[in-house]
């Protein structure tokens, strides 16, 4: 008779502090089914606030060893001198890692690919010869070897998969392409379409980029480019929400100052917490998405999931989740965004097709499939170590 030995799935948080990668570990675990899966346990390693976030579970245990509360370099020690052997400790079955970066010595483990910044150096230039660049490029070196030594990798995008692996080359272990989900709180029909006729500068057309002000996020030429349209009597407005990259912040005042000094039609809010950000896209008619660098664009999500028309950045892997269901163009070129942003106004037949489109494509992309392929695929890679499970 086959004995199925229950299954221990260790999960190390120690550098997951806060963004898409707590957001992540949190709406997992929230849907997930182990005992479907043949798994009997997650234990999780990671600081106070970030455990805290988790919900209790009877299949989860979360541990916070005191150096998890201190600073970057006494957690970067404790994963990579204590984390191996409390995973044995532990009994687990595999070590999931997130994060991405991983220089224990258990095995088998599974990372995650979730910064593709380091690995596109295009992007990784905007930033000059900075401090920024060289860590940028540490991170470049330290991935790459983790993905290289790891028994498993997952990936967001199948375009993530392909840039990383131009970097690594062929990586020993297995891969597998795993979306994040969407939160249930970004998920409305698309509102009526409305001819562009009814609006004017008392009730504008409000077009919405929801990004951190970075290098390449490219705000400054989609303020260029909305100028050129009410230049054109077009009744449009422009709201950006996000917290800001030094630098890039000055040369987006600097523009906004130069094409509109007086703030009317350009308004940035700053950072809006994560729990308030649907009701910022409720206020928009069109939602805009103009990064040159993504690995998994949850914003697009969002953006697709609240009804909106889109205008969308055609790099990365922005077509691969859009599909045909909105207007591309280039976000370093202003015409284009402003063609792009221009063939959406005008149609409302254009923008209602689209929205419904981008709508129902959304709906694919569910934190209960992550949880359930990211289950699926650590089971797999214990499997592949012959250590004496049936599959599940």
């Not at 009877?58 to 150096?67: E, R, S, V």
């Not at 130069?258 to 917490?273: C, M, S, T």
């Not at 660098?293 to 028309?309: A, D, Q, R, V, Y």
């Not at 959406?344 to 689209?354: D, K």
């Amino acid at each position: 008779m086959t004995v199925v030995k229950p299954i221990t799935i260790g999960i190390d948080a120690t550098n997951l502090r806060g963004g898409g990668g707590v957001t992540h570990l949190v709406e997992m675990l929230r849907v997930a089914q182990p005992k479907l899966h043949g798994i009997k346990r997650f234990v999780v390693w990671g600081g106070i606030s970030t455990l805290q976030l988790l919900d209790e579970r009877p299949w989860l245990t979360k541990i916070t060893p005191p150096a998890l509360d201190k600073g970057l370099f006494q957690r970067t020690l404790w994963q990579r001198y204590s984390l191996s052997q409390a995973a044995r400790d532990a009994g687990c079955d595999v070590l999931f890692v997130p994060g991405g970066s991983y220089a224990g010595n258990f095995h088998p483990v599974v990372t995650m690919s979730r910064n593709l910044l380091p690995f596109e150096m295009g992007e990784l230039l905007r930033y000059g010869w900075s401090l920024l660049t060289l860590k940028l490029l540490l991170l470049r070196l330290i991935q790459s070897r983790s993905f290289r030594n790891t028994d498993g990798v997952i990936f967001l995008t199948e375009y993530a998969r392909d840039v990383v692996l131009r970097v690594t080359g062929k990586l020993r272990g297995q891969t597998c392409i795993v979306p994040h989900g969407l939160n249930p709180r970004f998920n409305k029909a698309p509102k009526l379409q409305r001819d562009i006729a009814e609006y004017d500068d008392a009730q504008p057309y409000r077009v919405l980029y929801v990004s951190i002000i970075d290098q390449y996020k490219h705000q400054w030429h989609v303020v260029e480019a909305v100028a050129a349209l009410r230049q054109q009597g077009l009744p449009i407005v422009l709201d950006l929400v996000g917290p800001a990259y030094p630098a890039a912040l000055k040369r987006l005042n600097q523009t906004i100052e130069r094409v509109d000094a007086e703030r009317r039609w350009v308004h940035y809010h700053g950072a809006i917490p994560f729990n308030e950000l649907h009701l910022r896209y409720a206020e928009a008619d069109l939602g805009l998405f103009a990064s040159s660098c993504e690995n998994m664009p949850n914003i697009l999500l969002e953006t697709m999931g609240l009804g909106l028309p889109i205008a969308c950045s055609n790099r990365g892997p922005m077509p691969e989740v859009l599909g045909q269901a909105g207007v591309f163009f280039n976000p370093e070129q202003i015409e284009d965004i402003a063609r792009a942003l221009h063939e959406l106004i005008e149609s409302p037949q254009t923008r209602a097709e689209l929205a419904r489109a981008s709508y129902e494509r959304v709906q694919e992309y569910s934190w209960q499939r992550c949880a359930d392929e990211t289950c699926r695929f650590l089971v797999k890679v214990i499997q592949q170590r012959k250590i004496g499970i049936i599959d599940v």
